[in-house]
């Protein structure tokens, strides 16, 4: 808005039509002390301020309005009819004028003039503004900087404190944070702890899951520095996420060594067992089948019965002796798996087949999905004995529906393959689906109804584990459960 001041009624209303004919709003006051009155209380682009004025000229409004931190930055505009002598023209200057125009008013050059500072003031104004803003923006990063810093500080406090090693990665996954019990194991906050020959390679398993996204679960030796001895710890590296991105990583490393040497001689006790176990069970075994045709039973008697009974019973326990077997052999590093490229839907096949023939014709199993009909690089009987596993239980497990959906998946994106197991049975609560894959860990609600000890999961999420793939299940109770699993293509 302009302000036009001037004790002349006339000039007042002709310069307010000039200047309202090119589009300007426009405010006037016929006198000093009305001008100041105004412009304390509004805001003016512009004023255009009569020289020639009783009471309060306009040179003594001029240096009023300068004195005022509202108003000491508005354009001011002289007009005069009398006062072109140079020293008037300085006074008007010195009082805080930005111009000079005299009258009679030629209307081009006094709309020049109005349209350069008017243009001038508003871009004065929009840069105040952007100043301002800019200002409150800084202001408030710096405050959130002193909050987040704040924030940062007692997180890390509560780093130092664990009894776990604990440390922070970036988003690239460069170590930028280590607590005090790291450089037990470590002489650089940069480097890793050195990890037992025979283990995996931490930065190498951990770039694996950084570029998935996934975080890190790890069993591991890594090298105490001041006894020179390897110690087992649960390294599990987390990412933190912010906005759907991975902001940072949060890592710690648990001592576990205790608890591994007791399992170890648990382990032990258990692959001795096992291994005194199978030598007369085999031997059980051989003279069952040649008692069975020694005594030529007719195979509708009793007696035929019987041995097929024993014969059965026979097989399970085989079954359980050879889980334990694998079980040690996986808590010793032994279990061996032998990769060469294989086609997925033939080791598929072969399992489909393995059940309906055991099971006979009980239970149906449904194919869906597309056929994988690629090689893979895997262990065609340690995947199959997977399949198996999951087949066995989804039949096992659901005794009222006689219907099994085996799918697969091709991840071209992710460079996987996805192979799931579906039935229709009793299904697994939602806080008990991720301990199902631990070791000797059985469901409470089917183990008094289900036999089973609670191993077979857990082999199978080592053997994927291995393949470097990954073994979950969604379920739901009394719906049923999908146990799948994922196999890297290359």
Known sequence: MILIVDDNQSNLYSLKKLLESKDFQVDTADSGEEALMKALKNDYALIILDVQMPDMDGFEVAETLAGYSKTKEVPIVFLSAVNTEKRFITRGYASGGKDYVTK?????????????????QEQNIAMKK??????????????????????????HLMLESLPQIAFTLNENGIVDFVNGKWYDYSDSEKNFPETHPDDDNIQEEFERCRKKGKSLDLEIRIKNRETGDFRYHLLRVTPVYEENAIKNWVGTFTDIDDQKKVEKEKDEFLSIA?????????????YV?????????????AEAGFLTKVQDQIEKLNTLITDLLDVSKIENGKLKITKKPVNLENVISNAIDTIVQTHESRVKIKRDGIKPDILIPLDAIRIEQVLINFLTNAIKYSPQNNQVIVTTFVDEEEQEVRVSVTDFGIGIP????????????RVEESSLQFQGMGIGLFICSEII?????????SSKVDEGSTFYFTLPLN
């Open 104 to 120: 009679p008013v030629d209307p081009e050059i006094l709309m020049l003039k109005v349209k350069t500072f008017y243009n001038l």
């Open 130 to 155: 952007t100043q301002q803003s800019l200002e409150l923006e800084v202001k408030g990063r710096r405050e959130s900087q002193v909050t987040m810093k704040s924030q940062i500080d007692h997180f």
């Open 274 to 286: 096992s291994h005194e176990l199978k030598t007369p069970l085999t031997s059980i075994k051989a």
């Open 289 to 301: 089948q040649l008692l069975e045709r020694k005594l030529k039973l007719d195979k509708e008697s």
């Open 430 to 441: 939602d806080f008990k689906q991720e301990a199902v894959f631990n070791k000797f860990y």
């Open 465 to 473: 584990k291995q393949h470097h793939g990954n073994i979950g299940v």
